[in-house]
DNA sequence: AGGTAATAGTTGATTTTGTAACTAACAACC
DNA sequence: GGTTGTTAGTTACAAAATCAACTATTACCT
């Protein structure tokens, strides 16, 4: 290059969270796939169902800012290996209640354990209190 | 949930910095795939071309991370439309030197400034030893 | 009430990714 | 120098994500 360029990708912000988000997301992605053949989706509707109670695919896709076809397909395969129930919302027949069936709620909880303790292996190396400013400022990015 | 449960999901690790990442990607995708017609990886090998010169596929692979095939493909893509030259390595002819065109050089400046311009947006409303902290965490867990 | 628009969710077609097997070139070893 | 093992990159096939169109139900509006 003949200019002056000292703009790093390593240093772009968009760049830096992925990389991050990719690598952190690898080992805890082998217990819910390799333990109970869920992609990340499934993983997702299964937590939002387990830890915030029935809802409907509505509401998970909300929450977690999922596409409604990405939703139905998740909730599809959790009903197929009975994970979930659904039912039609009598106030509302267009729309499902889903809930955790006992196998769901076991999965979900075991995954929930896994999880806890990842995140905090994840951060043991680091200063609790930039930690706490780390999640402050990730929520903010979230939106 | 008849249960204690205080695990949020909203406060576990890789599902925020995916959240995050995902928020931070989708204004910023808009440049290279409205302007310039390119997937995501097509825009990151043409920023590490653009930004560290001439390489071969293997070395993107490696800085980025990113596997083999999607650099191929996106290598492919780039070249498809004059955006890189590909010429055999004389001292091993397995691998390929991939240098920008000036079309592809152009296309880089141009993303490399908005890229620039959104960073400082993304963090103009933190206070800077937080970004710091989160670019210095963010760049350890990337590993 | 009747017609139009909006909403929850599904399905199908297309695009993109992931996985494995492949080709071509090089390396190492005897 | 030939056999065996690696490596750079591509390709083929399967899995998954995206986008658009669709059904069924509800809301709105006059």
């Known amino acids: 290059m003949s200019e002056k ?66 939703v139905s397909r998740a909730v599809q395969k959790l009903a197929d290996r009975r994970f979930l129930t659904r039912k039609k919302d009598e106030n509302d027949r267009r729309s499902e209640r889903l809930e955790l069936t006992q196998a769901g709620l076991a999965a979900y909880r075991d995954l929930r354990g896994v999880a806890q303790e990842y995140d905090a292996k994840l951060v043991s190396n680091f200063d609790p209190e930039d930690v706490a400013t780390l999640r402050r400022l990730l929520a903010r990015l979230a939106g």
Chains 1, 2 share one sequence.
């Open 5 to 70: 360029d000292d703009f790093d990708l390593q240093y772009f912000l968009p760049y830096m969270l992925n990389q991050a988000a990719e690598e952190s997301s690898i080992a805890f992605q082998r217990h819910y796939k390799n333990r109970y053949g869920m992609l990340r989706t499934e993983w997702r509707v299964l937590f939002h169902l387990g830890r915030y109670g029935e809802m409907t695919a509505k509401e998970i896709g909300e929450r977690a800012r999922i596409h409604k076809t990405k």
